[in-house]
């Protein structure tokens, strides 16, 4: 079993991969955001996509996240890691604490860009529960060993693991309005970010288990007795947040390796309502590597 990482803002690499191959790949969705890094870590497969590109090149919004979950998937990957950077909307999710997403709310104008579906085939996934919650329950497990020996953060407090939260994806790249922030908050939304939603939906209709690792940054812009966010705040909190997830990772790969049973991994069984002699050729070339599996002939 391979475990796919996909690093946010600031997690650009993960150190101690060894064995590493550059893989550069096109898709029918175009590039992803960059080669992806193959390896091996602690002793597992692993294969390492830098989100926005090295040196963050890429907005949200121009990322290819079909091109990014597509080469995943084309690579034997059966579980992916998201490593995301989020504002907080409650005290109580502290910057640097580590939030793992259970929920999302869209607020984005990214439809086409979020399913592999269209020109001629037509598939409907569920997806009441868009996160793996067997994958997410053993990082969260790993995550309070690691957090319980950093040392204290912003809030006075060693950073905490949080086993669930409601993510808003924002379409960015600007930061809320302070009523925007507000409104969220008035939602119960928990986190807030830019670019899960579209992987979550995605990783779904490829068949392979997703969990958010949301890396909390600040307060966004709600809370009074803190400064509003900017980038060269998030920054500083980043690069603590990235050594944290990196040594999460580490120690939870060989049990995210390990084989159990969900759901995920059969969400296409009958997500798939064309008539499978009504598939175009083209269309049914382009996501063999996800109809293969059920409809092998077609």
């Not at 798939?272 to 996501?287: H, K, S």
Request: charge should be negative; proline fraction near 7%.
């Amino acid at each position: 079993m391979k475990i796919g990482i996909v690093g946010g803002s600031g997690l650009y690499g993960m150190d101690g991969l060894e064995n590493v191959q550059e893989v550069a790949m096109t898709t029918p969705f175009g590039p992803p955001s960059d080669a992806l890094v193959c390896g091996e870590l602690a002793g597992t497969q692993a294969v390492f996509l830098a989100r926005h590109g090295r040196g963050h090149t890429l907005l949200p919004a121009e990322v290819n996240y079909r091109a990014n979950i597509y080469a995943m998937k084309k690579l034997g990957v059966g579980r992916i890691v998201s490593v995301a950077a989020v504002g907080s909307f409650r005290e109580d999710l502290a910057p640097r604490d580590i939030v793992f997403v259970d929920q999302f709310v869209d607020r984005t104008r990214r439809g086409p860009q979020q399913t592999f579906f269209g020109k001629g085939i037509a598939a409907h996934i569920a997806f009441a529960d868009p996160v793996c919650p067997e994958l997410r329950s053993r990082l969260f497990r790993r995550a309070v060993d690691v957090l319980s020996q950093e040392p204290a953060g912003p809030v006075g407090r060693p950073p905490a693991a949080h086993p669930r939260g409601t993510y808003l994806n924002m379409e960015g790249p600007a930061f809320s309005t302070r009523a925007e922030s507000h409104l969220y908050r008035s939602w119960g939304m928990d986190v807030i970010g830019m670019t899960n939603m579209s992987e979550a939906r995605l990783a779904r209709e490829a068949e392979i288990c997703y969990c958010t690792m949301a890396m909390v940054t600040d307060y966004d812009c709600w809370h009074e007795h803190h400064e509003s966010v900017t980038v060269e705040m998030i920054v500083q909190t980043l690069q603590q947040n990235a050594r944290a997830a990196q040594e999460i990772l580490r120690q939870a790969l060989p049990e995210l390796a390990a084989p159990w049973t969900c759901d995920c991994t059969n969400a296409l069984r009958n997500a798939v309502i064309t008539d499978p002699g009504r598939f175009p050729a083209e269309t049914r070339r382009d996501l063999a590597p996800l109809l293969d599996k059920y409809f092998p002939g077609a």
